[in-house]
Every structure is written in C-alpha cells, then in structure tokens.
C-alpha cells in the first residue's frame, strides 16, 4: 500500500465527492428513505411529461399520414367532397380554450387551499369538454349527410382518424378530470399535496393545445 | 407512493396472501419474475414454431413427425400448408421480438435491476407498474388466441407490409390479423407505461450519490430503451390502427385502389422497428457490460465512451429507416442517404465491440456460466453487425435483400446477441432473484451446446442468401436454382433441433436450482454494484438501508487493496481497508 | 468469388459481386482479427495464481483510433456504392427493348408493345410468367402490380426490385448470355409466394428476331 498506487486509485475515480456533488442529501441517522424530499420535479411531473412525449409520438404518426396524403394530392378537398366547415369549428376551438382557462383556476384555487374553486373549475373544464365533443359530434353528422364517409379516400380516412382520436383524447381527458373531481370531493387534495391534479391540468392542457395544431392543420 | 413503499421496507413478517404477493403483487422483484416466466413460456412456443419452419424447409410437405393429429385447416396429416406456414413464420418473428426478447430484457431485468442497481426501494409507480404487467399478459393471450379463430392467425410476415396485411382478400386471414393488431397495440400501451416508470424512476429516485455517470451501463441501456420505446411505440401504435381502420373500417391509407400508398406503410413500420432493433440489443449490450467487468475483475474499458455511444445509436436509430426499403422503389437519392447514415450507425457498435475487448484486455479472467455467455454475446454480435454492412451497402442489397442473408443477420443480432445476454443475465442475477445458485455444470453443457448448434443453425443461412435463397418461401425445391443448397437447408434444420433441445438443460437447470440450488451468498461474484449490498433474495423494500454511492460501478482491482473489487457503497478509497 | 454466388450475366452483376467481395474480405479481416483477439486475451488473460488484473479505465487515444478507423472504412464503402447504385437504379440508359410486368398472386404477366413499341394498343401481347429478351440489348422494365407487394428477383441479373400496386417502378438490365434463368418472386405476397415463378429467356438476336416473328406473325 504504497502512496503512489493510492494516488493513481484515487485520480481514476470520478473526481466528485459524492456528497458535495449533489443536491440529494441523505438523512440523518442513516435510515435511508427515497431521495423525495429534495427532488426538484416531482415524480408525477415527470411521469407527464413522458406521457405527453409518447402522446404526441402517436400523433406524429397519424400527421406525418396525413401530410403525406394531403401534400401528394392534386386537389384537397378532392372533387365532389365538402370542404370542412370552419365557423362552427372556430367556436368549438373557442370553447376548449376557454376549458383549459377553467382549468387554470381549478388548479390556481387549490393552490391557494380552496377546494371549492378547484371543484368548480373542474366541473366547468368537464362540461366544456362534452360541449365540444357534442358539438363536434353533430358536424360529423353534418359531414356524413354531405358524402364524407371513413370510406371517402384519404381525405375521410385522415380526417376522421386524426379528429376522432383527439375526440377520444378529449373524452379520456374528462374521465380524468372527474376522477379528479371526485377525489376532490373527497378532500384528497390540499394546497400542499395537489400533484394529481397538477398532472390532470397539464394532461388537459395538452389535449387543448394538441387541438389547436390540428385545427390549424386540418381544417385550412 | 412512496410513502407506502418505505412503510413497507421492513416487512418480511408482514406478508400479503397469495394474491398480492404472487399474482396482484406490486414489488418490482416480483413483477420482474412474473415477465420473466411468461416470456419463457412464450420463447417455448416461438420455438416451436420455428422448428416446424425449420422442418418444413428441410423436407417440404412431408408430415411433421408427432403431429398427425393436429387437426385441420392447420395441419393435413402433419403436413404443413403454405397458409399455415405464412402463419409460423409470422407468429414465430412476432412472438420472439415482443414477446419474448423486450419482456425479458426490459420487463423481466428493467423491472428487477433499475431499484436495486440504482439504490431505491422500488420503482415510482409500482400500482402501474403491476398494471404493465397484467396488460402485457393480456396482450399475450390476445396473441396466442389468434390461432383458434377462423382463418387462422397473421400471415402476412411480422412486418405486416401493406397491402397483403390491410385486406382479408390477399391472405385470407380475418380475425387473426385483427387480433394480431389489437395485441400489439394493447403491448404498445403496456411499455409505454412500463417506460414511464423506467424514466421516472431513473431520473428522480437514485440513491445519494449516484449520479448519472455513476451509473452502471446496464441501467445505462435500460434508461436509453426504455426511451427508445417510449417514443417508437406509440408511433406505432398510430400506424396500427390505421392498418385496422383500413381491414375494418373502410378507410384507405394503404389500399392503393382508393388512393392508398402501401408504402407509406412501410416508413410508419421502419420508422419504428428500426429503433425497435436497438431497443431489443441495447439492454443486451448493457448486461453483457456488467458481467465482462465482473468476470474479467477489471473496470470496464471506456466507461463514458460506452454510454455515449449508446445515446449515439439512440439517437441515430431515428434515421436509418430507409435501408430496410433500398428495393421498394424509392427515390435513389434517399437511398444513397439511408446508406450513409446506416454506415455511420455501425460505428457506435463498433466502438462498443472495441471496449469490449479492451475490459477483456489485461483482466483475469475466468469462466463461469454468465461470463461464456457474455463472450459469446460479444462474439457474436461481431458477426451480425459485420453482416450488417453487407447489406448497408446498397448494390450488394439488391442482391441479398429478402433473402436468408438477411435472416441469418437478424438471428445473429437478436439470438447470437440478445438471447446469449438473456441467458448470461438469467444465470448472472439468478442468486439474486432467487436466493440459489444456478447449476453450475448444466450451465455449461447448456452454454457449449447452444452455441455450437447455434452457429450450425444460423451460420448456413449467409451461405444460402449468397446463393439467393429468399426468405418466407414455403417450398425451397419448387426452384431448380435452390436445389444444390438444400442439403444446407437440412443441416440447419438439424442444428435447430439440437438448439432446442438444449434449452431442455436450461430448463430444467433453471426450475431445479430455484427450488433446490445451493444457497446463494449475498454477492456471489464479488461484484460492485448496489444490487449486492441488498439481502439474498432482497425483501420488499430492497435495502435494510439505503446506500450512499461513493464511487462509479467498475472498480475492480483497484491497486494497493487486498481485495480486487471496491463496492459502490463502500466509504474510503478502499485501499487498505479489509473487506 | 464465392461459390455459392449464382453466375452471374448482367452487366452491372460484376460491380455488384467485386463490391460484395470487396465487403466479404474487409469483414473477413475484421471477423478474424477480433475473434482472435478475443481469443487470444482469454487465454492469456485467463484467471492466474498471483496475477492482478490490470486496473486501467481506457485510453482516449485507442478511443479515437478505434472510431475513426471504421469510419473511415464505412465511408469508402458508402462512396464506392454510390456509383454503382446510380448506375443500376437512377438512371435507365437508352434501351433497345421494354417490357411491362404486372405482378398479381401469384404469377408474372409480362407485357410485350409489339410492332408498334407503344402500350395499351392492339398489338400488345400478354404472356404468363416468360420474359423473352435479346441478349446483349438494355431492356426496360416498366414494373407494377394488381393486388400485393411482390418483388421482381433475377438472381443471375443481381436484378431485384418490388413492384408496388398503385405505382410504375421502372428498372433496367443487359443480360451478357443467352439461356434460360429462373424469375422468382422474393416479397411475401400471400400463401401462394413460393412458386410465383417466372422464367427469363435470353436469346441470340437471331433467335429472338425469330421469336418476335412468330409472337406477331398475324
Ligand atoms: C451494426 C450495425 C447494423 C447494420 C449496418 C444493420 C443493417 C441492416 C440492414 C441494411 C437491414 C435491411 C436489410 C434488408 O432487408 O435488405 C437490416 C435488417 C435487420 N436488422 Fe440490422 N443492422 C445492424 C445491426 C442490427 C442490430 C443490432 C439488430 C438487432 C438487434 C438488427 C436487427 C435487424 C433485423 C431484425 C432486420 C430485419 C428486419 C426484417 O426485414 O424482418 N440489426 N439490418
Ligand atoms: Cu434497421
Ligand atoms: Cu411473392
């Protein structure tokens, strides 16, 4: 055990010390616990974010097939097949957006501790999200009495794929928010443990978001 | 969560009853094994089916010895049908890759190693990580029913390539291609929150002190496939059910007569599998790592250039999807970039067969069963990735695509590759998992036997894709240019029954050691990392105590100890304290 | 050459086969310097009495060496396929004859233009699973299908190309010499795939000057 070979051991191990390293610091007395105290994004957060990543790898796949059919086509609307209707739709987008405000002050109000404003606000994201899949709903019913079937060629295969699986979203989404919502009710939530319905807001936001580049996309 | 995690740290007394320990269990040890034993079960069946391949190639259309009385449509007195051939091959490749390969590798090992190896005392989520679980088997049995329903199962190849897959009309298979869909899009869902709760628990819940670089390559490969699934997955799940819609809804994505383009279909499919492909190497690669440095007791050679180059394939493995594609009509030009960047995704994998050789370099090395395994990882991924180039290359493609140089590629990398690193990985962790130790002698009359019939049965595939054999043929005789290389067709398919037979040894070697191996000490290998600081086997919870990391994993030797391995949760520098 | 490469009578077959050779030796190098060296360090690196293993974590230098070396050995490859790719798949040189080919489950429709040299006119004459062509004469194929992916496989021409329903592909070949030569089909294209099998007849100019007579006598 000579010094040089201590030396030459200690140069080749990573050069921090753990304990400076890092911002996890283990408790004292020694019974160790998950690092959860000091994490700075919580598990839930992340868990999202990676749900999110997936979400929108799915619908990548669906867009990248519609712009492949939209871009390779002579003429979009195709001959003989109604063009979209765009009035109704903006109305529709105005309604989800104003959901994903609801959703803001749900979440603001349990923030502050006040579960009744966080039960308000989710009941009212709830039901904006149904009026715009009944909304939605009945343009499809238009389209279909217009000849745009699932059956009209890439134009009524993308379109109704791609806006049917945001609708699906936008109904899982509200399962999500009444989940919530009878949590809430039973006072699951406080201002300082909300992570839930940290997820579930973001989770809707996304939903929201996801619209707007699809109405951007599909509906112009 | 992980409140109750903690609560639960110190229960052996405190055990749940069958249902929640066995079967609705949420300990990532428990969850681990229950995916190991179902991909077991299942790599049975994928076997199976390859040697009825196997033997339909070597004597075509004479009955299958033992199955006289497999009824029909399936069998005619033994002997195979084109139809029901379409649906082995189909179902084997399938079985294998989802099945099999990616359960065991990032269901059975991700599950049990993440907490363990990283120091924590289970993974984020466990309730959804059980979920992942039960849905995966759900997922497996959706598989296996597609046999029994009319028509039969998916024909149309695990690549399902559009149009033969997107209409009953072309092969006649309904409900089974339907099946065959709906099973991988419930699989999708499962590894998507398998991967989660990968990510999750990787990023947020490492032990004090272990930073990322601290990490050992293993949870390394599992963090970077478990992301690789995360972003492939959905992607297609979304071409799946577009491929459904088109069977059953009318649409056209891919049915050219109303305005479909099949070839979208194989982008949205490479798209992903080509990720796909490293997702079922990776892990491999990363466990091959651990048991190289362990068994050569040296650290392992290039540390950060390992990691690195496996962030590199992650990353490249998004652009390479064209070379599966160089024969479909597209535009030259992007052939010419898919090759380029195909070239330049060999790299990465060379430098990690380089590493490899360097941790071997200078060790002392010896040559219990995880580490023949390991080496014949190594060894044989060489000469997969080498085939590889071939192919890569594509004027020489134009001649061996879709042949059975291509199929001798593909068993070099994923059962030369992956499965050789199952098996290290099984008979490496088994102590670990199950408190025993795994036979030491059945482990290497298992090894030798598996390799030497290995090679015969794969390495004859080049030979004949020289030849132009192509894959997925029924009938090789029905061409006059095949004749001369049959006799190879039938020492393959000897070696293949060899192969199987063999895995009887692990077999057994693998139920019998778990019931009555020798007791396993708490590190047996004298290993470094933290999985060893826990009890043989760990409780729920994992650790007595949670360790504090000092160190990265590889630290074996290190000059001026007595002992030649320096734990991660060891205080000190090591030297000069006594183990 | 290696034997079990079918001859070979196109003339971009030898490209194709010096480039696979090419690629067969650099592999055979590389397969055999680390098989052996793996070898090798277990045998001399085996477990001894007495002996340490060395405790080094790498070396940067071998790093780089060992990254730019197969790159560079790639991208001479990548450049080398280059030429001979463009050759056979980006350009059709100017052709004496072509044929269209429609595949279908499970058969070759080869479709001739006749006297005329122009499709989907009077003239034209289908023939199941025979493509006649001079030999020494660039022959375009005008490649399509009516139902499934199938794949156009010439072994002796190193010709493949799938044929795609919805969609003309077009390729060439010069075939060198005369005789006659299997056409499988090399895409699963159902249960009838193996056996989709055509045959290629390469003629003297003489005898398919003959043939062409006869094909279109009335
Ligand atoms: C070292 C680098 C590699 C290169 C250059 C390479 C190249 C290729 C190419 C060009 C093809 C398409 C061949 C064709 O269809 O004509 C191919 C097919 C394939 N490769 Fe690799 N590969 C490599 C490594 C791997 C690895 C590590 C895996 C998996 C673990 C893998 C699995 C596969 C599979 C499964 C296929 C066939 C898919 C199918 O058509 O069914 N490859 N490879
Ligand atoms: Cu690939
Ligand atoms: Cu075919």
Redesign the interface.
């Known amino acids: 055990?000579?010094r040089a070979?201590?030396t030459?051991?200690?140069h080749?191990?990573?050069r921090?010390e753990?304990?400076r390293?890092?911002h996890?610091?283990?408790r004292k007395g020694?019974?160790?616990?998950?690092?959860?105290r000091s994490?700075k994004?919580?598990?839930a957060r992340?868990?999202v974010a990676?749900?999110l990543?997936?979400?929108?790898?799915?619908?990548?796949?669906?867009i990248?097939?519609y712009l492949?059919?939209r871009v390779?086509s002579v003429a979009w609307p195709p001959p003989g097949l109604p063009a979209l209707p765009l009035g109704v739709t903006w109305v529709n987008t105005v309604l989800l957006a104003i959901s994903g405000v609801t959703m803001f002050a749900a979440l603001r109000g349990i923030r502050r501790g006040d579960e009744a404003v966080l039960r308000r606000g989710l009941l009212w994201t709830a039901l904006l999200g149904g009026v715009f899949v009944v909304v939605q709903g009945s343009e499809w019913v238009g389209l279909v009495r217009h000849g745009l079937?699932?059956?009209s060629?890439?134009y009524?295969?993308?379109f109704?794929?791609l806006i049917g699986?945001h609708a699906a979203h936008v109904v899982g989404a509200m399962g999500w928010v009444f989940f919530v919502f009878a949590m809430a009710r039973r006072r699951a939530y406080t201002a300082k443990a909300h992570d839930a319905v940290e997820a579930c807001a973001i989770y809707w936001w996304y939903v929201c978001v996801l619209w707007a580049a699809l109405f951007a996309l599909v509906y112009h | 969560m992980s409140e109750a995690a903690v609560a639960h740290g110190h229960d052996e007394h405190h055990q749940g009853g069958f249902v929640s320990t066995y079967l609705f269990s949420m300990d990532h040890k428990m969850i681990g094994k229950q995916f190991l034993l179902m991909s077991l079960f299942m790599m049975i069946i994928g076997g199976l089916l390859a040697l009825m391949v196997r033997w339909q190639l070597a004597y075509p259309e004479q009955p299958v010895p033992g199955l006289g009385w497999v009824p029909e449509p399936y069998l005619y007195e033994g002997i195979i049908p084109p139809e029901t051939y379409n649906m082995l091959f189909t179902m084997h490749a399938t079985i294998m890759i989802f099945f099999v390969v990616i359960p065991i590798l990032v269901g059975a090992f991700g599950n049990f190693l993440i907490p363990l190896m990283i120091g924590t005392r289970d993974m984020a989520f466990p309730v959804l990580n059980m979920l992942s679980f039960w849905i995966a088997a759900f997922a497996g049995v959706l598989m296996i029913s597609s046999f029994f329903v009319e028509g039969g199962a998916a024909a149309g190849g695990w690549t399902a390539y559009a149009p033969l897959s997107a209409a009953e009309v072309y092969t006649g298979v309904g409900l089974g291609q339907d099946l065959w869909i709906v099973s991988l899009v419930v699989l999708g869902i499962s590894s998507m929150m398998g991967s989660i709760n990968y990510i999750t628990t990787v990023i947020n819940m490492r032990a004090p002190g272990m930073t990322m670089f601290r990490m050992p390559l293993v949870i390394w490969s599992l963090f970077i496939t478990a992301t690789l699934l995360l972003l492939a997955l959905p992607e297609l799940t979304a071409a799946m059910a577009m491929l459904l819609f088109d069977r059953r809804f009318g649409t056209s994505f891919f049915l050219p007569e109303t305005g479909g383009e099949p070839i979208l279909w194989q982008h949205l499919f490479w798209f992903f599998g080509h990720p796909e492909v490293y997702i079922l190497i990776l892990p491999a690669m990363g466990v091959a790592s651990e048991i190289l440095a362990v068994f050569a007791r040296k650290p392992i050679f290039g540390y950060r250039a390992m990691a690195v180059a496996m962030i590199a394939i992650a990353f490249l493995g998004w652009v390479v999807w064209g070379h599966h594609m160089f024969q479909s009509g597209m535009n030259p030009t992007m052939g010419m970039a898919f090759m380029t960047t195909t070239m330049v995704i060999a790299v990465p994998s060379a430098i990690k067969t380089f590493n490899w050789l360097g941790t071997l370099w200078g060790g002392s090395i010896t040559f219990q069963t995880p580490m023949l395994h390991a080496l014949a990882f190594v060894s044989m991924f060489v000469i997969g990735g080498l085939s590889g180039i071939y192919m890569a290359a594509t004027p020489v493609d134009i001649f061996i695509h879709d042949t059975y140089f291509i199929v001798g590629h593909i068993h070099y990398v994923v059962f030369g590759g992956s499965v050789f690193a199952i098996f290290g990985a099984v008979s490496y962790w088994f102590p670990k998992m199950y408190g025993r130790m795994m036979n030491e002698a059945l482990g290497k009359i298992h090894f030798f036997g598996t390799l030497v019939f290995f090679n015969l049965t794969f390495f004859p595939m080049h030979i004949i894709g020289v030849g132009g054999h192509m894959r997925r043929i029924y009938n090789p005789l029905q061409y006059e240019f095949l004749q001369p290389l049959q006799h190879w067709n039938e020492i393959m398919t000897i070696g293949a029954i060899g192969l199987g037979l063999f895995q009887i040894v692990f077999a057994v070697n693998f139920f019998w050691s778990m019931f009555a191996g020798a007791k396993a000490p708490q590190n047996p290998w004298n290993a470094n990392t933290l999985e060893w600081e826990a009890p043989t086997p760990p409780p729920h919870g994992n650790f007595i105590e949670i360790p504090t990391v000092y160190r990265g994993p590889y630290e074996y030797s290190v000059p001026g100890m007595k002992e030649d391995w320096l734990p991660q949760a060891q205080p000190g520098t090591g030297v000069g304290v006594a183990h | 050459m290696l034997p079990w490469l079918p001859e070979n009578i196109s003339t971009y077959g030898g490209e194709i086969d010096s480039l696979f050779m090419l690629i067969f030796w650099i592999t055979t190098i590389v397969f055999v310097a680390v098989q052996g060296a793996l070898i090798w360090f277990l045998f001399k690196y085996r477990a001894q009495p007495g002996r340490r293993a060395t405790y080094s974590h790498g070396n940067n230098t071998l790093e780089i060496a060992w990254t730019i070396a197969p790159s560079i050995i790639l991208v001479v490859l990548a450049l080398l396929s280059r030429a001979t790719w463009d050759e056979i798949k980006a350009e059709i040189p100017p052709h004496d004859v072509t044929v269209r080919v429609y595949a279908k489950q499970f058969n070759w429709d080869f479709i001739y233009p006749g006297p005329d040299g122009a499709f989907d006119t009077a003239d034209d004459k289908t023939i199941e699973n025979e493509l006649t062509v001079p030999v020494n004469k660039v022959v375009k194929l005008e490649m399509l299908s009516r139902d499934v992916i199938h794949s156009l496989f010439v072994p002796v021409l190193r010709f493949k190309q799938d044929t795609m329903p919805g969609r003309q592909i077009d390729g060439w070949f010069e075939a060198t010499k005369t005789g006659e030569y299997e056409i499988p089909c090399a895409e699963l294209c159902g249960f009838g795939h193996s056996g989709m099998l055509g045959h290629l007849k390469v003629l003297s100019d003489q005898d398919y000057a003959t043939w062409v007579g006869e094909q279109w006598s009335n």
């Open positions: 055990m000579s070979t201590n030459a051991a200690v080749d191990l990573p921090e753990p304990l390293a890092l996890v610091v283990p020694g019974r160790g616990g998950p690092p959860s994490l994004v919580s598990n992340v868990a990676m749900l990543v997936a979400e929108t790898m799915f619908f990548a796949g669906l990248g097939a492949v059919f390779g079937q699932l059956s060629g890439p009524g295969g993308t109704y794929t699986m």
